[in-house]
């Protein structure tokens, strides 16, 4: 779906209950009109969907309620750099949706030149037959229905777990983050976002397993070591691309003599040489 009103969307997610996606190519477009629903239904139900928590609506206009008891709803979208400031400034850092979010930045901003792929247009082919042939493999996976003692259908979860050395790396990889995070005495600094990495980093790794399965590189009868350190490394990428990002429209809120004077101090300053580099300025000691 690409427009839609939330009680569509979960009409749509309730007659395709493997998942539904939202694919805007102008994602703040979409975010900007979140809120004009019912109070920001939209963004409640994709927080408690994220948590996979079941998503009830009940309408008068429908006749029969709407119950999902596993939502699995995906959001796929892109968006100006100078937009950003938009979606950082929306309140959704204060509801957690910012943090669920996982954002993708190149390092670089060289745009890549066009190639005639003519030379090598079997190459290309074979690459784009390869990538159709894994993505058949992951859909054709089943999706197993039972029917309850009402005549009800329940969709049955397949469940892969981590074996046990991938699990205790995992744990491993956390819990150095924990005995950092307990050391901070002020909760006001904790990173909100950073707690939701090991949810980010077991999907991810879930996510990694399938595609290598599809790949005919691995199986499915459990998630191995293998996914989870490459679920970490993905993870650690898109970490760094929101903090590209957060840099990107700090910088571009900036006025020309604040970015001066930043560009004369280090990640980590006192204040006397913050006054110092102001002084260089010749900055008066009340506008430092």
């Known amino acids: 779906v690409s427009d839609f009103t939330p009680e569509s969307l979960m009409l749509t997610h309730n007659n395709n209950p493997r998942s539904v996606v939202i694919l805007v190519d102008e994602i703040m477009g979409m975010f900007n009109s979140a809120n004009r ?16 928590g079941a998503l009830d609506v009940i309408r008068v206009s429908n006749s029969t309620p709407v119950h999902i008891e596993r939502p699995c709803i995906n959001i796929i979208g892109t968006a100006q750099t100078k937009r950003m ?21 190149p390092k670089s901003r060289e745009v890549s030149k066009w190639t005639n792929r003519d030379d090598d247009g079997e190459k290309t082919s074979l690459a784009a037959k390869r990538w159709e042939k894994i993505l058949d493999k992951v859909l054709a996976l089943d999706y197993d229905t039972e029917t309850e003692g009402d005549g009800m259908e329940e969709h049955a979860a397949h469940v892969l777990s981590m074996n046990s050395e991938a699990k205790e790396y995992f744990f491993s990889w956390w819990n150095e983050k924990v005995e950092r995070i307990n050391r ?50 993905l993870n650690d990428y898109f970490e760094g691309s929101y903090r590209r990002i957060r ?15 930043l560009s004369l101090l280090k990640n980590s300053f006192t204040t006397a040489e913050a006054l110092d580099a102001g002084r260089q300025l010749k900055v008066t000691e009340r506008t430092v």
């Open 85 to 105: 400031h938009e979606l950082l400034k929306k309140g959704f850092e204060e509801n957690g949706l910012l943090d669920r979010i996982l954002f993708v930045l």
């Open 37 to 52: 629903y019912t109070n920001g239904q939209l963004i409640e139900q994709l927080l408690t969907a994220w948590s996979g």
């Open 247 to 261: 840099e990107y429209v700090a910088n571009d809120a900036c006025d020309e003599p604040s970015l001066e004077l």
């Open 184 to 233: 901070i005495e002020d909760d006001a600094d904790v990173d909100s976002r950073e707690m939701k990495h090991p949810s980010h980093v077991a999907r991810l790794a879930l996510i990694i397993q399938v595609l290598r399965y599809a790949s005919d590189e691995s199986h499915l009868q459990f998630v191995d070591p293998v996914s989870v350190k490459a679920a970490i490394r």
